[in-house]
């Protein structure tokens, strides 16, 4: 299979702190992970393309000094949100796609974030 | 325009029956297209990918048709199981212009089986 995780599944945090949401491919390599975010009600938007060894591409609109996004590994990518603010609540997912193979994404289960 | 249109429903239909979704899209450079299924407050599961010769896999088949933009979902024989929100998906290659690809999703599909 291709079992993506995700790590918190849930994060509840006051406004002004930091947080770090890690993706990890388990039983496979990704050259390329993908972080979206989903607010109530509204399609997954894609934030940023991350690349392992190199900087993230990120999507118009998002800002990628407050969205730090690190790959530092073949089956890890992790999204930090710097200095939280209420506006920042929403799903997070991942996906992965293989080093090798075919172009589906494999998405992660998601970290919802709360932002008091 | 939306890059991807989805009516949003919902469907309520009754077990056993047919249901039938269409999506269309508006970026001529799509190279591939699924239908991913989200249950409420999950991550989305590829259901399938969509070909244009037309695709099933079980009670789904899946049609695209590039001339119009236009993709289709068919469900036959439908379970409580299959209660979910479906997303039309689009993968838009931009590599020469930003160096990677883009998965477009539509806002889905919600689709309640009834007992």
């Known amino acids: 299979g291709a079992v993506v995780s995700q790590h918190p599944s849930r994060v509840i945090c006051k406004s002004g702190t930091s947080v770090k949401i890690e993706c990890r491919s388990l039983?496979?390599?990704?050259?390329?992970m993908f972080w979206y975010r989903q607010f109530p009600k509204q399609s997954l938007m894609l934030m940023a393309t991350?690349?392992?060894?190199?900087?993230?591409?990120?999507e118009q609109g998002v800002e990628k000094d407050k969205f730090l996004i690190n790959h530092a590994s073949l089956t890890l990518s992790t999204l930090t949100v710097t200095s939280a603010h209420p506006e920042d609540s929403s799903f997070y997912i991942c996906?992965?796609?293989?080093?090798?193979?075919?172009?589906?994404?494999?998405f992660g289960p998601g970290t919802r974030l709360t932002v008091l | 325009r939306k890059e991807v249109e989805q009516d949003p429903g919902p469907f309520n239909v009754p077990e056993g029956a047919t249901v039938a979704f269409n999506c269309t899209y508006s970026n001529s450079a799509s190279q591939s297209f699924f239908w991913y299924r989200q249950d409420c407050r999950k991550e989305p599961k590829l259901l399938m990918s969509v070909y244009s010769s037309g695709n099933e896999d079980g009670r789904f088949t899946a049609q695209l048709n590039r001339a119009s933009q236009y993709i289709s979902l068919l469900i036959r024989d439908s379970k409580l199981s299959d209660s979910a929100t479906y997303l039309c998906v689009v993968n838009i290659d931009r590599r020469r212009d930003f160096g990677n690809e883009k998965l477009t999703f539509g806002t889905g599909t919600r689709l309640t089986i009834i007992p």
């Open positions: 039983d496979f390599q990704a050259t390329t």
């Open positions: 996906s992965a796609r293989r080093t090798s193979g075919a172009d589906t994404q494999y």
């Open positions: 991350s690349n392992e060894g190199s900087k993230a591409t990120y």
